[in-house]
Structures are given as C-alpha cells and as structure tokens.
C-alpha cells in the first residue's frame, strides 16, 4: 500500500495557528480587561495581579457615571449624529459616484484627481479652518456641525465609483434611457437598489467613524449636554480623582454597539470592498 503524502499549501500549521490565537490573544485581551474593570470597584481595578474574572459593581459603576455626566443624552446625540452621518454620506457619495462613473463632462478627471488628493492633506490641518467656518455659520454647539462638513468624504465617493463602474452595466443605464428615464430617476430606480453591497460597506465604515469620533466634537461642541458618547467619557477623567470603575463602564456601552455591528456585518464589509475587483 503506498502512502501518498498530500501537501495543501492553504492548510495552516501548528506555528499558524499558535500565532493566529496570539494575535487574537493580544487583540481581545484589552476588550477583555475593559469589561471586567466595569464591573470591578476602583479599589481593584490597580491590584496586583490584576483581576480576570468579572465582579458585582457594574451597576454602581453605572451609576457613578450617570451623576457625572448627562449619560442618556450624550449617547442619543452620538446616536442621531451618527445617523445622520451615514445617512448623508451614502447618498452624497452615491451621487458623486454615478456622476464620476457614468458621465463624460469638461475636467472630469482634473476634478476626480482633486477629490481623490484630498485624501493626502492630514485631518488637523482642517481643525482651525472647521471652526472658524462653524463660528461664521453660528453652528458652534449645534449638532449638524459634526455631520454636514464631512458627508461627502473622498473615500466614499471613490468606494461608489469603483462599485458603480465595475458592477453595474452602462446598457442598463442607457436601456432605462430609451424608455424615457430621466437622469435622476435612472439614479434612484435603477442605480440605487443596487448599491447593496456598497452602501452595507460605506455605511459601516461611516458609523463607526462618526462614533468613534472625538477631534470634531471636541473643536465645536461647548456644553456638556450637548457632548458626543467620546467627548462625554473623556470629561469623567480627572488629573486628580477618576472614577476608573465607570469609565470603564461608559467605554464598554460604546463598543458594544459597534461590535454587534461589525458582528453582522462584516459579512457584507468583505463583500463591498472585493465586489469591484471580481466583476468585469
């Protein structure tokens, strides 16, 4: 009987898969201590060796934290803002991606080259002119300050064109033409519902960004009340005396949002960033 030793180059080893639990160790290790500290008291959060196992004061904690800062109101202004972010992003972008894919107009390609060079000029750059724009427009501790200058990223239009270009056929569009479609009916009734994978990818990428988003709420919002979830939990650190216990506690009902997202959508993430790639 003769053995015929197979080899399958896509088959980890055992040094792959240690190294892949290591890599996994050392990036859920953090969100693991995080959501025990929530439920520990200060006085044990510093012990040495620092506790693994989750305690009883996560409601405590909880309630520390909602003396110090406005906790249901900062996390529904993050909530709304972050909803409108994504919404106004996805259809700004969309429409920025039809027009770059689908029409030929006088310096198409000078104006793309521009958007798409925004992306090298480096955030803080924009912190003094934003506030100054926001200042003259009297939007300084006004929501719509977070959401409106940004939504219309280069990323994004560029993640449309792409999609727009490579998924949906140009004798689709030309067909609903000949049928007495105007421009903007084309783009709502024959572009847009099949936008899925792009607008999945887009708008998890959207949220999270303006969730997690604390340089523009820190440069415009003034009162507590009106706080983002970030800018709210970094006001509960103290030079002096931190409740550690509810910062922690705060940190771990801000990711759990963005983790059961991710959860159900990276699935459509991976989709809408190879979805271009793969189609001719």
């Not at 727009?164 to 067909?175: D, N, T, V």
Request: net charge neutral; aromatic share 14%; glycine share 10%.
């Amino acid at each position: 009987m003769s053995h015929v030793q197979q080899s399958d180059d896509s088959t980890l080893g055992w040094g792959g898969w240690i190294a892949l639990l290591l890599g996994a160790a050392l990036m859920l290790g953090p969100f693991y201590f995080m959501f025990v500290f929530a439920t520990l008291p200060r006085s044990e959060i510093f012990s040495v060796p620092p506790p693994l196992f989750f305690g009883d004061h996560f409601f405590t904690n909880m309630g520390i934290l909602m003396k110090k800062i406005p906790f249901w109101t900062n996390l529904g202004w993050s909530l709304y803002v972050g909803i409108m972010s994504t919404g106004l992003t996805l259809l700004f972008c969309s429409m920025a991606g039809f027009a770059f894919a689908v029409y030929e107009f006088r310096f198409k390609n000078a104006l793309f080259s521009l958007v798409m060079g925004t992306m090298l000029v480096p955030a803080f750059l924009g912190m003094i002119p934003t506030f100054l724009i926001m200042d003259a427009l009297h939007w300084i501790d006004q929501p719509r300050a977070l959401y409106l200058p940004g939504a219309a990223p280069a990323m994004g239009i560029f993640l449309m064109r792409q999609y727009i270009s490579s998924a949906i056929p140009k004798e689709l569009i030309e067909a609903a033409r000949m049928d007495g479609c105007g421009e903007l009916r084309i783009y709502w009734s024959v572009v847009v519902p099949l936008l899925g994978p792009a607008f999945g990818t887009l708008g998890l990428i959207a949220f999270i960004a303006s969730w997690n988003n604390f340089i523009g709420p820190l440069v415009v919002m003034r009162s507590p009340e009106m706080y983002t979830f970030p800018l709210a939990l970094r006001s509960v650190q103290s030079p002096v005396d931190t409740e550690w216990g509810a910062l922690m506690a705060g940190s771990a009902i801000a990711v759990i949002p963005l983790l059961i997202i991710f959860v159900f959508s990276s699935r459509r993430l991976i989709d809408g960033l190879t979805s271009g790639a793969v189609r001719g």
